[in-house]
């Protein structure tokens, strides 16, 4: 045994210093841990008075939330309240048989699901309206679409202008839909409306004889071009208007060209081939939208969800915007061109910002730590509005972005959006020969 000690001795001294003082120290703990016994508590060893601590439990535990989300039931600010009116407006008011209806004109690359689905209208409804007409799996350029929703966000109706003289509609049944045609033996008749402003345009344009769903069509046109709201008396307007005329009234119509003359200076926007306004080298009026809010895409920490359900109320608490997870202050891009109508504190939003694109979009930006802009200032695509944040009713940082189109919002991951266009080749050389005709129709009185 002592020649067993002796061994172990003469190897420990001959390893390095370091390696002895590891070894030692293991060999300290090992025997502390050996020889230690845990005390363990017996109540009789405290004779009659037991140390007794309560622990009061929170009665409001806090919430799980979903990820840089809004809680449910959250209501983002009312449309309303970031839309200030104008003359304009009054046209919807004017027409209350448009109440609750959509419109949308086809355009390249459209489908019927892709059309519908980014207003979150789902794949069942699209797929049932395919089963009962097989011919909406083939949309053409130029037709239109218009439909309405129940009040549980379902489609209740859909109109489809198939041809000038055909409009098929589908209107719910339970859980498909039942089809109706209407064929027009109207005859159409081309004719130019023209007038001057005197007070409001939309008075003016009535006076000339336009309707108020061609006076929308008007607007729309041009909306990328200029502000309605700032002629004046004396600015001019020519309008050429393709009619359906049955029995001795009109049924429908089409915007062909139109030309507005404000100061000393020409606005044109005339219809292609293809249902969408060019001027009058062919180049495209509608100006382009970036898909994101920022430089690169962040991930998706909840989708758009026009019918989400609280699941402890069950109610619908709709989603209407996408939020995107990012760090805390990462700069916040406008999407396109516009002009801010909204920039300031809002409750459950946080520091937000709306922006009003043309007369028909309109996009809105939430929880943001610090905003860049004020309400009146013309912003393009791609400027910093704002840096993101957690401000208002949030979980973490992130942003919540919304797109509405006609007052209503869509799914920004899939809504179709302008782009700037123009038209190339034949195409292009058609649509001048068509110039060529159009303009010289477009005179003043």
Do not use: C
Not at 113 to 133: P, T
């Amino acid at each position: 045994m002592q020649q067993i000690a002796r061994a172990v001795a003469m190897a420990f001294n001959t390893l390095p210093r370091t390696h002895r003082i590891m070894l030692g120290s293991l060999t300290v703990v090992t025997l502390a841990v050996s020889v230690w016994r845990p005390y363990v508590y017996h109540p009789s060893d405290a004779g009659d008075n037991p140390v007794v601590k309560n622990i009061e439990l929170n009665k409001n535990p806090p919430t799980l939330l979903p990820d840089a989300s809004e809680p449910f039931d959250e209501e983002t600010p009312a449309l309303e309240d970031d839309v200030p009116k104008d003359e304009i407006d009054e046209i919807d008011d004017a027409t209350p048989n448009q109440t609750g209806r959509y419109d949308y004109v086809v355009s390249s690359g459209d489908t019927l699901s892709s059309v519908l689905n980014q207003y979150g209208i789902d794949m069942g409804n699209i797929s049932q309206l395919v089963k009962v007409d097989k011919d909406l799996r083939n949309l053409r350029i130029g037709q239109q679409l218009s439909w309405t929703l129940n009040e549980n966000g379902q489609l209740q109706s859909l109109t489809w202008e198939a041809s000038r003289r055909e409009t098929r509609t589908y209107v719910r049944s339970g859980d498909t839909f039942k089809l109706s045609s209407e064929i027009q033996k109207g005859e159409w008749n081309n004719s130019v409306l023209a007038g001057t402003v005197n007070g409001s345009f939309i008075g003016s344009a009535k006076d000339a004889g336009l309707s108020s769903s061609e006076i929308r069509e008007v607007i729309k046109a041009l909306q990328w071009q200029m502000d309605f709201r700032k002629l004046r008396n004396g600015d001019k307007f020519a309008v050429l208007m393709s009619r359906e005329m049955l029995d001795g009234k009109s049924q429908q119509s089409q915007l062909l060209g139109v030309r507005l003359q404000m100061g000393d200076k020409d606005y044109y926007a005339i219809r292609a081939d293809d249902g969408k306004f060019y001027d009058r080298s062919g180049s495209g009026l509608s100006q382009g939208f970036m898909r994101f809010p920022t430089t690169r895409q962040y991930r998706v920490s909840s989708n758009f969800n026009p019918r989400r359900l609280n699941p402890v109320t069950d109610r619908i608490a709709p989603h209407k915007g996408v939020d995107f997870a990012m760090p805390l202050g990462t700069p916040v891009l406008t999407v396109g061109d516009g002009e801010v109508i909204v920039a300031k504190r809002s409750g459950a939003a946080g520091n937000y910002v709306a922006i009003r694109h043309g007369r028909q979009y309109m996009t809105r930006y939430m929880h943001m730590k610090k905003l860049l802009v004020k309400p009146g200032d013309k912003v393009k695509r791609g400027e910093r509005i704002g840096l993101s944040g957690s401000t208002g009713r949030s979980t973490g940082p992130h942003l919540h972005f919304e797109i509405w189109i006609n007052n209503q919002a869509v799914n920004p991951l899939t809504a179709k959006l302008p782009q700037m266009e123009g038209l190339t080749g034949k195409d292009r050389s058609e649509y001048l020969a068509q110039v060529r005709e159009v303009i010289p129709q477009l005179h003043f009185k």
